[in-house]
């Protein structure tokens, strides 16, 4: 199938399959085998699942080659066997499909319109800065298995995907490897964002700009749960939406085995209305059956697709969130300070491969109400590609902010934008022939936005004319490879007044002519305007104004200079624009003195979407915090750099403080302990997510390792806790109880990690070795949670004083009473508090 002949489909409603591991489990599949080697062990039950899912209507059946990539493959020692395994599991999918073919029950027309999706997810490690796997490392174990599967099936769905970066991986791999249709799929929790904090209108936004063919979600939760994510999606939506959820949530039986609550009368009233909010590509996840496919497809079958209504809007994305503009949006500031220019301690710190700096920059602009942020790293003695990508995994692991990436070298802005977990901006594409023919394409790939810089290879544009001349050509060209109006920001090209006289004239008839007649945003750097002239804020402050009323769009400038921005703001309100009174007001009014110092407060003045404050609500304009509402001091460099997740700055304040004389206890309890308290608290409420709180925790061990021996020292005898923790066998899922471990080893707790996938009589053999306090048990898949009941039963038998305590996806409150567990938690922040109040009991 090629793209144009989906398309065609998509004019209807397509119909997915239902579950496969819930019901191979159903079937006899134990928990703890690699389910690829099963189902080829047992292709009869499987071929059968895939008959009844075509007999009851679906369009697409997915092949069994979910997690069938090189390592996934190799957690069982099979990652030499992926190219037999791949193809034995897709020859089942397309058998299956030519019996139902020709059994007698399928009309020629149909027999037609039976496709077989080849199916990718989750590799089951972490990207860097998370993890240790790097992007490229990443895009080749998914061209591997690409490579193997795509002669054989008709498109691809990449699905179950908790990350965006890793989903853009195996886009991008698709891409590269096949000229097959590409759908992505995310799951998105009861909150409406991943794991990692994607929420599903950037899910949309960064996956079509970068060509995937549908996006959607499945997995996680019911289908009334998804209503509001695919609502979001459909606002951005170019491309069709899908739709895959499970079936309810999951029960324990008498039996102990597992089922979900969710009827298929009940799930396909549920899917009517996901159907309505403009999902086209629905399906079903975790607990569907054949029966329920077989009810949506007869109730839903002759409803028509919504019409796509979203409006060609202009937005940027970082991985957690997404900027949404128009023409006449409020005005967008782009912090400017991360720039080595002018900075020679920056530049020093780049030459050393340090990127505290950075870091600080771009948290300390976030503070002061950028909405995106500039990154160029441009200057001699540096690899520009290489330090390029570390400043951008820097920055977007201490902010949630969309990012311009600025940079004249292609190789580092090509590299920059693969990797980028966003859509970015691209600063710039002028009409010099490297930079048309060589830039612009590249941009297009990686589906981002771009600056067009009036320039050409001979340099300024002499007047006016010439430089509209320039922006029409570089438009024409844009538009050659499909870029559209929505996908451009033009460059006014401002040059300084004290050598032209008309500069600022020109610059601001450039603005109007984009703004009136081109309808083409406008952005420009602030400070050239002013270059030579004494008091430059005067001159600044004066142009910006003068800019927004002739209808420019965002600036490069410092964010922390409260003349420009309180400027802005009053011209916005002057102008009518939306939001722009309280958005005016709520900026004077966080402006405090504070020791003759003026302190920011972050209140979003400009136009972002969404604003999540990063736990430190006040910054200086000389760069340091001021104390939060609950009286906290936070001059208190580690406490802020345990909430920013600075390793490389607690490790240097974490000494700093030892040598000047603090005790270890002293930092760990009036730091470290409050600040990771304040992380949990900020996770919970959603302004942190997963890449944060690992963020976080890491930073607070980094001071924990220097300040540990001391501890010691200073405890002189007591007693420390033991903790036992695993996930349970037939679980290969770690992600959540890692991150617990980290927690409760921040704490202080003597944490014995089993691993992943391990047997209940190791779990009680290590509580009794040694000697554990707490036995902690993680499980993610309903066919494993059933293993915490059992040893919650052998930990009774054998009289082990030890309180267990579980976590994971599928796990409850109910479940632990229901097992007889002596606790619950939902996160790691929970699970701390849990072990905190179970100590207390039993002392």
């Not at 438009?475 to 300084?496: H, W």
Request: charged content about 25%; proline content about 4%; hydrophobic content about 40%.
């Amino acid at each position: 199938m090629n793209k144009k002949e989906f398309s065609k489909l998509t004019k209807q409603i397509l119909f997915l399959d239902g579950a496969t591991g819930t019901n191979l489990s159903a079937a006899g599949m134990p928990s703890g085998v690699c389910p690829e080697k099963w189902i080829l062990e047992n292709p009869g039950i499987f071929k059968d699942l895939q008959l009844k899912y075509f007999e009851a209507g679906s369009d697409i059946v997915l092949a069994p080659t979910f997690t069938a990539n090189r390592i996934k493959l190799g957690e069982y020692g099979l990652e030499n066997d992926i190219e037999s395994i791949n193809r034995g599991l897709i020859r089942l999918s397309l058998e299956a499909r030519e019996e139902y073919r020709s059994s007698g029950r399928c009309s020629k027309e149909r027999a037609e319109k039976l496709f077989i999706a080849g199916d990718l997810s989750m590799c089951g490690r972490q990207l860097r800065p998370m993890g240790d796997l790097d992007f490229e490392e990443l895009t080749e174990v998914y061209k591997e298995q690409i490579r193997i599967i795509s002669p054989l099936v008709d498109l691809i769905i990449i699905e179950t995907m908790m990350s965006l970066a890793e989903t853009r991986a195996a886009l991008i791999a698709a891409r590269e490897t096949c000229d097959l249709p590409v759908l992505c799929s995310l799951t998105f929790d009861d909150s409406g964002r991943t794991l990692f904090g994607t929420d599903p209108k950037t899910a949309m936004a960064v996956l079509q700009s970068l060509g995937a063919d549908a996006v959607g979600c499945n997995c996680s939760v019911g289908p009334d749960k998804l209503v509001y994510v695919i609502e979001e999606m459909a606002s951005v939506a170019r491309v069709p939406i899908i739709a895959k959820p499970n079936a309810g949530l999951p029960v324990l039986n008498e039996d102990n085995s597992t089922s979900y609550d969710v009827t298929p009368k009940e799930f396909t009233q549920g899917m009517l209305k996901i159907i309505n909010a403009g999902a086209s590509i629905v399906g079903g996840c975790c607990g569907t059956t054949p029966e329920h496919i077989k009810m949506l497809t007869s109730t839903a079958g002759n409803i028509a697709p919504k019409p796509n209504n979203a409006k060609d809007l202009r937005y940027l994305s970082s991985e957690q969130d997404t900027i949404v503009f128009e023409l006449d949006s409020p005005f967008i500031i782009v912090g400017e300070r991360i720039n080595p220019t002018g900075k020679k301690k920056l530049q020093e710190e780049l030459k050393n491969g340090s990127f505290e700096m950075v870091y600080d920059l771009a948290l300390s602009q976030y503070e002061a109400g950028a909405s995106l942020l500039d990154i160029n790293v441009g200057m001699g003695g540096i690899d520009e590609k290489e330090t390029l990508i570390r400043a951008i995994e820097e920055v977007t692991s201490a902010v949630r902010l969309p990012l311009v990436i600025d940079s004249s070298n292609v190789e580092a802005m090509e590299e920059a934008l693969r990797r980028y977990p966003g859509r970015a901006l691209v600063n710039s594409v002028s009409l010099e022939e490297k930079k048309i023919k060589e830039l612009l394409p590249i941009v297009k790939k990686y589906g981002a936005m771009f600056i067009l810089l009036p320039l050409s290879d001979e340099g300024l544009p002499k007047s006016l004319s010439e430089k509209k001349e320039i922006i029409e050509k570089i438009l024409r060209e844009a538009y050659k490879l499909g870029f559209k109006d929505s996908d451009i920001v033009v460059d006014g090209l401002v040059q300084t007044v004290g050598a032209n006289e008309k500069a600022g004239l020109e610059t601001l008839e450039t603005i109007r002519y984009c703004h009136d007649v081109l309808k083409l945003p406008t952005i420009c750097g602030l400070s050239n305007i002013s270059f030579g002239l004494p008091e430059r804020i005067n001159v600044n402050a004066a142009f910006l104004d003068l800019a927004i009323i002739n209808g420019l769009t965002m600036a490069i400038m410092n964010p922390s200079q409260i003349r420009l921005v309180s400027s802005a703001l009053a011209t916005d309100l002057l102008l009518n624009r939306k939001g722009a009174d309280l958005r005016y007001i709520e900026y004077v009014n966080s402006l405090e003195k504070v020791e003759e110092t003026t302190v920011i407060k972050k209140t979003s003045p400009s136009s972002t979407e969404s604003s999540v404050n990063n736990g430190n609500e006040f910054v200086k304009a000389d760069g340091s915090i001021a104390s939060d509402d609950q009286g906290r001091s936070k001059n208190d460099e580690i406490y802020r750099a345990v909430l920013s997740g600075s390793k490389q700055k607690i490790i240097s304040e974490t000494k700093k403080s030892l040598d000047e004389g603090k005790k270890a206890k002293e930092i760990l309890d009036l730091s470290l302990l409050p600040a990771i308290d304040e992380v949990g608290k900020l996770f919970e409420k959603g302004k942190y997510f997963l890449p944060q709180l690992i963020k976080s925790a890491e930073a607070m061990s980094a001071s924990i390792e220097i300040l540990e021996p001391l501890l010691k020292e200073e405890k002189s005898g007591e007693s420390t806790v033991t903790i036992v923790i695993a996930t349970v066998k037939g679980d290969i899922h770690d992600i959540g109880k890692n991150l617990v471990v980290l927690m409760l080893k921040n704490y202080g707790y003597n944490v014995i990690d089993l691993g992943k996938d391990v047997p209940s009589d190791d779990i009680i053999e290590a509580a009794i070795r040694y000697d554990a306090d707490i036995i902690a048990l993680s499980a993610l898949m309903t066919t494993t949670m059933t293993e915490m009941e059992t040893i919650v039963k052998k930990s009774h038998e054998k009289k082990i004083k030890a309180k267990i305590i579980i976590g994971g996806a599928v796990t409850t409150q109910e479940y632990c009473e229901l097992i007889d567990a002596d606790g619950y938690s939902g996160d790691a922040q929970e699970a701390v508090i849990l072990v905190q109040k179970l100590m207390k009991l039993l002392e």
